[in-house]
C-alpha cells in the first residue's frame, strides 16, 4: 500500500531478461522480413516494428519499449531500406519516413504504458478499497480494544507498517508507558493539537506517523504508524489513506466507550433498583415488630414496680430500638423517594415555622447544646411540604449535632439570596472529609466511614431527595473557620397576596 506498490508489477523477470526480450523480439522480426525484403513493401515492414514496439510495451514495460523503438528504426534501416547494410540513405524522404517511425513508436510505448499503469492504479484502489470494507466490518463487530487493535494490525502488517494504539486513562489522560521522552513529547502533542505529526526515525527505517483519534465526540487517543523498512514512508498521498484508517478506528474506539458506559449504567440501575425494592420491603416487615418492641419497653420503663437496674435496661432497649426504628423510617422513606411515589403537599408558609418545628421536634435529643437561629427580616412566604422540609432540617441539625462537640453551638440561619430561599445549618466540628464532599450526598455515603457514630449514610441523601423533589437544591462546604456548612436552596416562586382585614368600629 506505499508509493512503490503502484508501480506496474511485471513478471519474474530480472531487468536486464527483459531489455534482452526486447532486442530480440526485434532481431526476430528483422529475421522474419529479410527473406522477402525485395517483394514485402516498406510500409508494411514499418507496421510489423511497430507492432513489436506496442507488443513490447504491453508485455515488458516503458524501458524496454523505448529500446526496442529505437532499435527497430536502427534495423529497418540497415537491413531494409536501400542501400542494404549500412546507414547511410540515398532518398532523403526516407528520414521523414525514420522519424515519423520512431515517434509513433515513442508515442505508442508512452500510452500504453500509461494505460497499464492506470489499469493497475485502479486495480490497487480497487483491492485498497475492498480491504478498507474488511477492515470498518471487522472493526464493526469488535467486542474488546484487544480485538480493535488486532484488526488494525492484521490490515496493516501485509503493507510493511505496523501500528500502536495510545489510548486515554482513567484520568483521561494519554497513556505512553514504554515510549521514549521523544516519542511521549510527539504523542501528545498529536493529542493536544489533534493534527497528524511525523516522528524522527531512532533506527534505520522511514519516520513513523502519529495520528489523532478524532471521534465524533472527542480526540480518543493517537495511533502510531511504523515502517518496517526504509523503502515505505508513509507519507505524499498516503497520508490521507492513515487518517482515514485513523477516523475509522477513533469512531470504533468511542462506540466501545459508550457500549461500556450503557452496560455500566444499566448495571447500576438494576442494583439501585433491587437495593430499592429490598430495603422497601425490609422495612416494611420489621417497622412493625419495631414498634412495638418500643411501645413495649417504654411501659416497662415506666412502671414502677421494677427496680430502678430493670427500668434503667429498659429505657436503654426503648431508645435502640427507637434509633433502629428511624433508621428503617429513613431507609422507607428513601425507597419511597426513588421510586416517585411521594405526593408533595405544598403549603405557602414561612421557614420560621419549620423551623421552630424542628427544633421542637429535636429538643430531646440536643438537651443543653447551644442553639443560634439567625432569621433575616421579612423573609418571604415559600411554597414546601412542611412535613418534608421539617424531615430536611431534623437530619440536619442531627448531623450537626452529632459531628461536633456538645459546647459547641449549632447555627441556623435562613435568608433570601437572589432568586432563592436559604436556610443553611453549620457546626464548628471537625467538618466533611477534603475531596469528599461532592458524595456525601449519595446513599450510604458517610463523612467517617469507620466512625462510631450511630448511622448508615442516608441523611444528606434523603435530604437531597426532599429538596430536589421541591425544585431546589442542596450544598455543603467545610468553613474556614471549622465545622461544615450544609445549605437548602428552594426557589422563590409568586407568593399569593394576602389582603389585611379591615377593622370595624
Not at 50 to 66: I, S, T
Not at 318 to 343: E, H, I, P, W, Y
Not at 449 to 458: M, N, Q, R, T, Y
Not at 470 to 496: D, F, K, M, S, Y
Request: hydrophobic share 45%.
Amino acid at each position: 500500500m506505499s508509493d512503490a506498490s503502484l508501480e506496474i508489477v511485471r513478471p519474474a523477470l530480472p531487468k536486464a531478461a527483459r531489455y534482452a526480450l526486447a532486442i530480440g523480439a526485434c532481431a526476430l522480426v528483422t529475421l522474419i522480413t529479410l527473406p522477402f525484403r525485395d517483394m514485402l513493401d516498406l510500409a508494411n515492414a514499418v507496421m510489423l516494428f511497430l507492432l513489436v514496439v506496442f507488443l513490447v510495451a504491453l508485455k515488458l514495460g516503458r524501458g524496454p519499449a523505448v529500446l526496442a523503438a529505437f532499435l527497430s528504426v536502427a534495423l529497418f534501416d540497415f537491413f531494409l531500406v536501400p542501400p542494404h547494410f549500412t546507414f547511410a540513405v540515398n532518398d532523403v524522404l526516407y528520414l521523414i519516413t525514420f522519424a515519423v517511425m520512431l515517434a509513433i513508436g515513442l508515442l505508442t510505448t508512452e500510452l500504453t504504458a500509461n494505460l497499464q499503469e492506470e489499469a493497475e492504479r485502479v486495480r490497487h484502489h480497487e483491492q485498497e478499497t475492498r480491504d478498507l470494507y474488511e477492515l470498518a466490518r471487522s472493526l464493526t463487530g469488535a467486542a474488546t480494544l484487544l480485538q480493535v487493535t488486532e484488526a488494525m494490525q492484521a490490515y496493516l502488517v501485509r503493507s510493511g507498517f505496523r501500528a500502536r494504539l495510545f489510548l486515554l486513562d482513567n484520568a483521561r489522560k494519554l497513556d505512553t508507558q514504554g515510549c521514549s521522552v521523544l516519542e511521549k513529547q510527539l504523542l501528545n502533542l498529536a493529542m493536544a493539537n489533534a493534527e497528524m505529526v511525523t516522528g524522527e526515525s531512532e533506527t534505520a527505517s522511514a519516520p513513523p506517523l502519529f495520528l489523532p483519534l478524532q471521534a465524533p465526540m472527542c480526540v480518543r487517543g493517537v495511533m502510531a504508524v511504523y515502517p518496517e523498512t526504509t523503502t515505505l514512508s508513509p507519507s505524499g498521498n498516503r497520508r490521507e489513506f492513515f487518517m482515514t484508517l485513523a477516523s475509522l478506528i477513533a469512531i470504533a474506539v468511542e462506540r466501545l466507550h459508550y457500549v461500556e458506559v450503557a452496560q455500566r449504567t444499566q448495571i447500576q440501575m438494576s442494583a439501585e433498583k433491587l437495593r430499592s425494592s429490598v430495603l422497601s420491603t425490609l422495612s416494611h416487615d420489621l417497622r412493625t415488630p419495631l414498634t412495638t418492641l418500643v411501645g413495649l419497653a417504654d411501659t416497662l420503663a415506666e412502671t414502677p414496680e421494677l427496680p430502678a437496674s430493670a427500668r434503667d435496661n429498659a429505657s436503654l432497649i426503648r431508645d435502640q430500638s427507637q434509633s433502629m426504628c428511624n433508621l428503617l423510617t429513613n431507609l422507607l422513606d428513601m425507597a419511597r423517594l426513588q421510586s416517585g411515589k411521594v405526593t408533595l403537599r405544598r403549603e405557602w408558609q414561612l421557614f420560621e415555622d419549620a423551623i421552630s418545628a424542628s427544633l421542637h421536634l429535636l429538643k430531646p435529643s440536643l438537651g443543653a447544646r447551644p442553639l443560634v437561629v439567625e432569621l433575616q427580616k421579612n423573609l418571604p412566604l415559600v411554597e414546601f411540604d412542611a412535613v418534608l422540609i421539617e424531615r430536611v432540617l431534623c437530619n440536619l441539625i442531627e448531623n450537626a449535632a452529632k459531628y461536633s462537640g456538645t459546647t459547641q453551638p449549632i447555627e441556623i440561619r435562613a435568608f433570601v439570596e437572589e432568586s432563592e430561599a436559604c436556610i443553611a445549618v453549620c457546626d464548628h466540628g471537625s467538618g466533611f472529609p477534603a475531596g469528599q464532599i461532592d458524595h456525601l450526598f449519595e446513599l450510604f455515603e458517610r463523612g467517617e466511614a469507620e466512625s462510631a457514630k450511630p448511622g448508615v449514610g442516608l441523611g444528606l441523601a434523603i435530604c437531597k431527595a426532599i429538596v430536589e423533589a421541591h425544585g431546589g437544591r442542596i450544598h455543603a462546604v467545610n468553613q474556614a473557620t471549622g465545622g461544615a456548612c450544609v445549605t437548602v436552596r428552594l426557589p422563590l416562586g409568586e407568593a399569593p397576596v394576602i389582603e389585611e382585614e379591615e377593622e370595624h368600629g
